[in-house]
């Protein structure tokens, strides 16, 4: 059975910086897309950041440059370090997998999720 849990959100004041971590069970990661997804309240959930069987590695234009996804050595877990963050960055924070090699920007494509991790960023 695949498990994915997050931990690691918090409040944190604007220009602060995070790490998340989504520790997975039951299947092989690096054979498959991992992400992660925010939602705001009244907001549509959006892809954050992707990492795909290949290494390759996306972000939503919002968070390049201050969020670096990675995978831990030992493929179970997932990171997502958040740096500069900003206001809007606040959302509940969910970890992904979809059983492709390639990422696709569509959540309804991901096959398991986790049970999120709230991010507070105060200006």
């Known amino acids: 059975q695949v498990q994915l849990v997050e931990s690691g959100g918090g409040s944190v004041q604007a220009g602060g910086s995070l790490r998340l971590s989504c520790a997975a069970s039951g299947f092989a990661s690096r054979t498959y897309c991992r992400a992660w997804f925010r939602q705001a309240p009244s907001k549509e959930r959006e892809g954050v950041a992707s990492l795909d069987s290949t290494g390759a590695v996306s972000y939503t234009d919002s968070v390049k440059g201050r969020f670096i996804i990675s995978l831990s050595n030992d493929e179970n877990t997932l990171y997502l370090q958040m740096s500069s963050l900003k206001a809007e960055d606040t959302a509940m924070y969910y970890c992904?997998?979809?059983?492709?090699?390639?990422?696709?920007?569509?959540?309804?494509?991901?096959?398991?999720w986790g049970q999120g991790t709230q991010v507070t960023v105060s200006s």
């Open positions: 992904a997998a979809s059983l492709t090699p390639y990422c696709y920007a569509d959540a309804a494509l991901f096959d398991y």
